[in-house]
């Protein structure tokens, strides 16, 4: 069967030897300009029979031998007395995996360039490979292979049976039909404590590879954004909705170590009980139970009933009265469709202070044309997932203002990261 034409490969072939000769490694975008080329130029080598064998046969079975290989710790095994190539049995012996099924997942792992094959039965690692013996990268690949794939494979039959309309409820999306549940894929991930574990490992190493807009390089005056700081030290400086297990309000204050006001981050009880656990998040930073679809409490004074870790102290009258200089929502408004969004931003539009206040908003802005893969492909996870959706800026500044902001600034600093939306309460909410 007939390749691209051969006019297109030799346009392909010039391009990726002038972005080639100008690379910079050290340039995100520079890198990744080759690599949509290389790509292109990929797809134009092969017919379309070996697209669909390497794609629905090596890809999709890749996958499932890299995840078995995680759980038996293959890739440390590897990685002993300074990345030394190990023989089949050597690695049997060490995973207590049959000898034949083993040599099996390494020559294929071998044949898509995940190993080295150094000679017969004598293996070694990749540069990718061997990052997975990061526990926070091979969590990456235990959170997305475990839920994503049995979704994933029920999507087509879920869209057939929705008449082709993407889902609009959470307890009804592709997510129960996959993973064979009723409830929230929220509440899957608790029943399953190595989901919610890996996830969280694979969340707090996200940083190292990834341009936060709190970090150098990605352009945003965090300062400004924070508005100086807030008036004094008994003030709130910004409370982080859903934050996780705290990389974002760490990373803050390593950012801004000497602004005024206190960094508060909210979550449900069980990760705020975990952070008291190992210590808390440091000082400036206070970790406060909350759902944000009640009300926010940080608008004046705290309630003595709400549960506030990290110090010993009285929670009551922690805070002034005014609301919090930011109020930061990271990757919560995709995991939801509209109306629960707007139910989020009323509960935090209710308590900023115009004229002091700002709502951060740290998500993926997808552009109107040309988006980038991670945005495209994110955007259909949350689809299947929650029955939501990543954003362009039209469907951000519409939604906002349907809440009560106004968009006064826009950050985006690379196409493989989410971007920065900074709102105010809207003139016409002032009256």
């Known amino acids: ?25 050290e340039n995100g975008e520079s890198r990744k300009d080759l690599i949509q080329s290389v790509r292109s130029l990929y797809l134009s080598l092969h017919d379309p029979v070996e697209l669909i064998n390497r794609n629905y046969w090596a890809e999709s079975m890749l996958d499932a031998v890299v995840r078995t290989a995680v759980d038996v710790d293959l890739f440390t095994h590897l990685a002993k007395d300074n990345d030394s190539p190990k023989t089949t049995a050597e690695l049997a012996d060490a995973t207590k995996v049959d000898l034949a099924l083993l040599r099996r997942m390494l ?19 990749t540069p990718f490979t061997k990052s997975l013996t990061n526990i926070q990268l091979s969590a ?38 996959g993973l064979n549940t009723t409830g929230h894929f929220l509440e899957y991930t608790k029943q399953h404590p190595h989901l919610l574990s890996a996830f969280n490992n694979w969340i707090q190493g996200y940083p190292k590879w990834r341009t936060a807009w709190y970090q150098h390089g990605s352009g945003v005056p965090v300062v400004d954004i924070l508005g100086g700081g807030a008036d004094n030290n008994s003030e709130a400086l910004m409370v982080d909705l859903g934050g996780g ?13 000497n602004l005024l006001g206190k960094i508060v981050l909210q979550e449900r009880e069980n990760v705020v009980l975990a952070i008291e656990k190992r210590g808390g998040l440091g000082d400036g930073i206070d970790a406060m139970e909350h759902d944000f679809f009640t009300p926010q409490p940080i608008k004046g004074t705290l309630s003595s009933h709400l ?22 929502l990271h990757s919560i408004l ?56 990543e954003r362009t800026e039209r469907d951000w500044r519409k939604m906002l203002g349907e809440a009560g902001f106004k968009v006064t ?6 196409r493989g990261s989410e971007g920065l939306i900074v709102a105010e309460v809207a003139d016409s909410e002032l009256s």
Not at 352 to 379: F, Q, R, V
Request: hydrophobic share 45%; charged share 20%; glycine share 4%.
């Open 307 to 328: 549960l506030i870790v990290t110090t010993s102290r009285p929670v009551a009258n922690r805070f002034a009265n005014q609301g919090a200089r930011a109020y930061h």
């Open 107 to 125: 020559k294929h792992m071998a044949a898509m360039d995940y190993l080295t094959e150094v000679d017969v039965d004598l293996f070694a690692l």
């Open 1 to 25: 069967m007939a390749l691209a034409n051969s006019e297109k490969i030799n346009e392909l072939l010039q391009e990726i030897a002038t972005k080639g000769s100008s690379l910079n490694l």
């Open 334 to 389: 995709h995991n939801y469709p509209k109306p629960k969004c707007l139910e989020i931003l009323s509960h935090v539009r209710a308590v900023m202070k115009p004229g002091y206040s700002k709502l951060l908003i740290n998500e993926y802005i997808m552009p109107e044309k040309g988006a980038y893969w991670m945005a495209t492909a994110i955007d259909l996870m949350m689809m299947a997932l929650y029955a939501a959706e």
């Open 245 to 257: 297990t705290g990389r974002d309000v760490m990373g803050v204050k390593k950012a801004c170590p």
């Open 140 to 177: 990456g690949i235990i959170c997305c292979f475990d839920p994503l794939y049995p979704t994933y494979s029920a999507l087509p039959q879920f869209l057939a049976g929705n008449n082709y309309t993407a889902p609009r409820d959470a307890l009804h999306a592709p997510v129960q039909v």
């Open 409 to 414: 600034e826009i950050w985006q600093w690379d």
